[in-house]
């Protein structure tokens, strides 16, 4: 076996007058290459996250909207508070997270929105929350005329906010704007028809939140399936 010290360091030596660079191999006769590995550039394409955003949308006004129209007689909407919670809160909600790390302004804005929507109108039925407690007779146990009130403002604010994002998805496709156009009209009943205790009124509110729903599915089709 060779007795050769190898050294670690760059070696020169000298030939005709010029210098050259000689590389030092290792004992096993490779090439020491002592440089830090620079790190390496992962290119990752992260998924849509519209689909799941306008989908969850889609699912909690639906669910809404039916138990409004009071289908089948059901006069108890309670059963919509787990779904609006986690697929219309919670999915919503990382669907508009995923819009900011894909730099989508528009989207990141808008299913945060909603998803906090889904989730506040979901508190209003959960009996730890105190809102409907707040406004019913202890003794009588009837909802108090404050409560429908209550509720128009409620809806009051969305509807602002969702003008709002009207006029801005007019850069977007029609499909979406059509969406939040419905949407402001669903909202604008429903403000009118909780402040004057009106049931027909909220029945056509809720009415429109079918197309809503359609119209949201609509938009989020062409995404989901181009993958």
């Known amino acids: 076996m060779a ?9 020169v030596e000298q030939e005709a007058d010029a210098y050259r660079l000689e590389q ?21 394409n992260f998924a849509n996250p519209a689909p799941l955003g306008l989908l969850s949308f889609a699912t909690g006004i639906f669910l809404i909207s039916i ?31 995923m819009e900011f790390i894909a730099g989508n302004s528009f989207g990141a804005t808008v299913f945060p929105s909603y998803a906090a929507f889904n989730f506040s109108y979901a508190m209003i039925y959960l009996p730890g929350s105190g809102i409907l407690s707040a406004y019913t007779d202890s003794q009588t146990g009837t909802l108090s005329p404050d409560f429908n009130n209550a509720l128009g403002m409620f809806c009051w604010a969305w509807f602002i906010l969702t003008v709002i994002f009207t006029f801005a998805a007019v850069r977007s496709s029609w499909v979406l704007f059509f969406t939040l156009f419905f949407l402001d009209i669903e909202l604008l009943l429903l ?12 029945i ?24």
Do not use: W
């Not at 007795?3 to 070696?11: Q, S």
């Not at 056509?204 to 993958?227: Q, T």
């Open 204 to 227: 056509a509110a809720n009415s429109f939140g079918f197309i809503v729903a359609f119209c949201s599915c609509k938009c989020s089709r062409p995404m989901f399936l181009r993958g």
């Open 191 to 202: 403000a009118l028809g909780y402040m004057l205790s009106s049931s027909s009124t909220l």
């Open 24 to 44: 030092v191999r290792t004992a096993g006769g490779h090439v020491a290459d002592r440089e830090q590995p620079s790190m390496p550039v992962v290119h990752r």
């Open 67 to 97: 138990l409004g129209v009071h289908a089948r007689g059901i006069q108890t909407p309670n059963i919509l508070v787990g779904v609006i919670m986690f697929f219309g809160g919670v999915c919503q909600f990382i669907a508009g997270i």
């Open 3 to 11: 007795t050769e010290t190898y050294d670690h360091a760059g070696k």
